[in-house]
């Protein structure tokens, strides 16, 4: 991170005769989300799907000053999109230099500071804290303690000669140390009953309590927390008066479109080989058809890093295939699609009563997906010559040792093979692999119409009459 302008005011005098005065971090975060709204900028860089339903509840949420908690299933993006509540601080925000706690140069909170600012003065130091080192992210444990959030007595200020009772002796926990930022607490139904009654006086007193002794600090933070749904409403692990200081609870969602769906994969996956359209489409179906099945568990949810688990795993059999027999470069064909239900089966939750068919399912519902892409990418386009090539006699052999090259040569010339790979988004010029692909992905849409056979025998795949 980049240390803070030099032109910055560097001393308390020299802060308030620049005009800067204390401002809550929720009139911080509203002024800056009215700006950016009014501009025309987008406050929620990378967040994709949310932009029609979740994005506006959050922000008439901010806009009114609330706390909120995020409900929703695993991999929904509720933790990305609570990180995105950086961008709404102020850039650069003063501090007291030196200070244990963040707090205004103008408005200290502490005892101790308190005290500083009355012997300095105009001198008292300033520091410059970034707007990134302001958000702070809490995964609540059962073996969460009141001290890690709230704070505790430090032995070692007890030991050099501070009395019990001297404010001075606190060790400060996790929410005070935010001061003036915000705090995410992910998966709030795991923190124990006792640990949600400390937050109590935080979210509404904005004070704290530690050992039997009220220090009073006008605290200024955002809480924001996530949970899934059923701990939050059903299981009764929040206390009633928690869920009460929450002022706006927000409901996230799986994508609700295809295009949403890539646009997470794409953004999200690290491919180490090209991946293209048609079969980022047939993962987003597929894990569309995952949340639709019965036979997995919906309850648990099939995360979109499943998704994006799912087009790793595709890019790497591609890389693989491309240093075993020299194609460059290394493009995924829809033979590789093969390696995911078996890598990824363990990240879902099946019903009971389907042990030992889960790789069954998931091949069913993959090669579905890949139907449903065959048939929007190839609507219109008769594909019965490429079906009597192979009736006769054209067998067309692919697998993880065979290039693209090898997958076209055993086709003669046919006009069709264009269109194929034009509906594909790729061009006659483009790389072997490239247009192998789409080939492929038409000789499986035959093969699911039952037009052409397939047989498989581990290594490599020959489609036939």
Do not use: C
Request: hydrophobic share 40%.
């Amino acid at each position: 991170m980049n240390s803070a302008p030099a032109h910055l005011p560097r001393t308390a005098g020299e802060l308030r005769a620049a005009g800067y005065t204390p401002r809550g971090v929720k009139t911080e975060i509203h002024d800056n989300l009215l700006t950016a709204l009014r501009s025309g900028k987008d406050p929620w860089p990378g967040i994709v799907g949310f932009g029609r339903t979740v994005l506006p509840q959050l922000e008439r949420a901010l806009l009114a000053g609330h706390d909120v908690v995020l409900l929703g299933e695993r991999g929904q993006g509720k933790t990305r999109l609570l990180r995105t509540l950086a961008g709404l601080l102020d850039e650069w925000t003063p501090v007291i230099e030196g200070a244990e706690l963040p707090e205004h140069p103008l408005d200290p909170i502490t005892p101790a500071s308190r005290r500083r600012a009355a012997e300095l003065g105009d001198e008292l130091p300033v520091a410059w804290l970034h707007r990134t080192e302001r958000y702070t992210e809490k995964l609540a444990t059962p073996d969460t303690s009141v001290g890690d959030l709230i704070g505790d007595v430090d032995p070692v200020k007890v030991a050099e000669g501070r009395s019990l009772g001297d404010p001075e002796t606190i060790h400060f926990g996790l929410v005070p140390r935010a001061h003036r930022g915000v705090v995410a607490i992910n998966e709030l139904p795991d923190l124990a009953e006792r640990i949600q009654v400390a937050l109590l006086n935080v979210m509404e007193e904005r004070d704290i309590q530690v050992r039997g002794y009220t220090l009073r600090l006008p605290l200024d933070v955002l809480v924001v927390a996530t949970a899934n749904p059923e701990d939050y409403t059903n299981r009764g692990r929040i206390i009633t008066p928690l869920k009460d200081r929450f002022g706006a609870e927000i409901r996230t969602h799986y994508p609700l479109e295809l295009s949403a769906e890539v646009g997470v994969v794409r953004q999200e996956a690290q491919l180490v080989a090209e991946v293209g359209d048609p079969l980022l489409e047939v993962l987003a179906r597929f894990v569309r058809n995952l949340r639709e099945s019965s036979v997995i568990d919906q309850r648990s949810g099939v995360s979109a890093r499943f998704a994006v688990a799912a087009a790793e795993t595709v890019a790497a059999a591609a890389l693989r295939r491309s240093a075993l027999t020299g194609e460059e470069p290394a493009v995924a064909r829809p033979v590789d699609l093969e390696a995911v239900p078996a890598v990824l089966r363990g990240k879902l939750e099946f019903e009971p009563g389907e042990e030992g068919r889960e790789t069954e399912h998931l091949v069913h519902l993959l090669r579905r997906a890949v139907a449903e892409t065959a048939r929007e990418r190839f609507a219109g386009l008769d594909l019965r010559p490429l079906a009597d090539v192979i009736a006769d006699g054209h067998l067309v052999a692919t697998g993880d040792r065979v290039p693209g090259a090898d997958v076209l040569a055993a086709l003669p010339e046919l006009p069709l093979l264009h269109e194929v790979a034009h509906r594909a988004g790729v061009s006659a010029d483009d790389s072997p692999g490239r247009i192998a692909a789409a080939v492929e992905l038409a000789l499986e849409s035959l093969y699911l119409a039952r037009r052409v056979a397939k047989d498989e025998d581990g290594s490599s795949t020959v489609y036939g009459p």
